[in-house]
């Protein structure tokens, strides 16, 4: 498990790397563009964390009344939320 994902994170980085350097030949070397890039990269991942966050929400929400798998018992929600909240 570790080596996939030690895996999937060398191939991202590799990924980023050269869409990076592809956006700075595009521009014509111009490096205000890693400045466009990176804040746009930045903006979708905190859209992407209060998306996320908002479906944890909901998801405590719907499992919060929900029974157990013994009558009687409730399901730890505070176990499936985020952490930090």
């Keep these: 498990m570790t080596v996939y994902l030690l895996s999937i994170g ?3 980085i590799l990924g980023q ?3 990076l350097r592809e956006l700075n030949v595009s521009f014509y070397g111009v490096e205000l563009i890693y400045l ?3 804040g746009i990269w930045l903006f979708w991942t905190a859209v992407g964390v209060v998306v996320a966050a908002g479906v944890a929400a909901a998801l405590a929400v719907a499992l919060s009344s929900t ?3 013994v009558p ?3 399901i730890n929600v505070e176990a499936i939320t985020l952490p930090g909240r």
């Design 67 to 69: 029974e157990g798998p």
């Design 17 to 19: 790397v050269i869409l």
């Design 36 to 38: 466009f890039a990176l």
């Design 72 to 74: 009687g018992t409730r």
């Design 10 to 12: 060398l191939i991202s």
